[in-house]
């Protein structure tokens, strides 16, 4: 079983800048897919981003633009750089792959944004 688990959250004012990272504990180089998805209180969790192993990627809408999924195969993680960051981006952000046909998830790490 591989275990995700994220960083890089925190508080941030609007306009500001993130980096989430997601380490894995196995090699991630033959993972189809990961992703980004986040929950803000109170409503369903969404995608934000996913990423394959070819290199493309999917946005959600409200993200396309201010936020870049990227994977590094050799230090095993995926990161989400948000730029431009705005108070609905509040939620809790969790790290995800499909493992032997499992979802796994991380534990999370909370992004707060000031308005």
């Known amino acids: 079983q591989v275990q995700l688990v994220e960083s890089g959250g925190g508080l941030v004012q609007t306009g500001g800048s993130l980096r989430l990272s997601c380490a894995a504990s196995?090699?991630?180089?033959?993972?189809?897919?990961m992703g980004w998805y986040r929950q803000a209180p109170g409503k369903q969790r969404e995608l934000v981003a996913v990423?394959?192993?070819?290199?493309?990627?999917i946005y959600a809408d409200s993200v396309q633009g201010r936020f870049t999924i990227s994977r590094d195969n050799f230090k095993n993680a995926v990161s989400l750089q948000m730029n431009s960051l705005n108070p609905e981006d509040t939620a809790m952000y969790y790290c995800?792959?499909?493992?032997?046909?499992?979802?796994?998830w991380g534990q999370g790490t909370q992004v707060t944004v000031s308005s």
């Open positions: 995800n792959v499909d493992y032997r046909g499992t979802p796994v």
């Open positions: 196995t090699s991630i180089f033959n993972f189809n897919q």
């Open positions: 990423i394959r192993k070819i290199g493309s990627s």
